[in-house]
């Protein structure tokens, strides 16, 4: 019982709890704290709701991102360069079926991006590196993430503005602490400056919210979302890491009620089944400083809610109050 009490505390995505029990977990060690954590995942994942299966593509002409639907409200993505069929994986915690995706797509995958430590993104690490010894033809799995040893199966640890290559799409690394100190996003170009980009923001930036404050500061969520994440160009597609567009644009809705793009945008959430608010990603950068109170904390709309009149200010106040919504 105490397990699944302490389970039920560390899930993101359902506790209001989970800053307390996110420490208290950091109590245990590393790899039972993983386990205990996958444990309630499974079980979530199974026991809440059916999974839904369908696939979603965004193809562009430089490259195709599919969109996988994992465990109860994650998202893994599979991001094809289409010149030369190269292709990475955002975080992969089922890897079989992201194998399976890959095989489809007839593509050529050798990389892993991890934005991040916690189970549900980073805990199909290890299982996708051992198909790939098992499977030697297949050639090298690179895996990239911040410098964090509870990141499984890397070998390529990043930092900021650090880049790569994907195929011909060109990757940079954003650093953006605070949901976990090493928490990473990935920002992907084509070769061409003819169409937007794609940033996969796994548990900093959300469509409508951004993500817990487990460990670091509102200063540092400060930086990632207004210092880097808007930052980019508005067009940029935004991938991110779990489906909470209900809850978060109605939070939304609350904080700045006159706000016309984030009222619209709740009515078509509420209106769809999980299947159609997947739909809604990727966002945009543009749409996420239109609808996005985190990303919207220089509004005196927003600063009035919370009854603060600093950035930072309404960032720590906003966080808190969204945490008991
Ligand atoms: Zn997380």
Redesign the pocket.
Known sequence: MFIFVLLGFTA?SITRRGTLMSALLNLLPHRLSQRLTALYFTVSSFSLQRRPLTTQQTAMASMTVTKIPALKDNFMYLVVCNATRQAAVVDPVEPDRVLEVARAQGCKLNQLLTT?H?W??AGGNETLCERYRQNPDWGELTVYGGDDDRIGGLTNRVRQDDAFTIGQLRVRCLSTPC??TSHVCYYVEGPGADEPGAVFT??TLFLAGC?RFFEGTPQQMYDALIGKLSALPDGTRVYC?HEYAVQNLRFGAMVEPANEDTRALLEKAQQADLEGRRALVPSTIGQEKRINVFMRVHQPSVQAFVGQSTPLDTMQALRAAKDKF
């Open positions: 993101p991040h916690h549900d993104h949901h976990t796994g548990d993500g890491g």
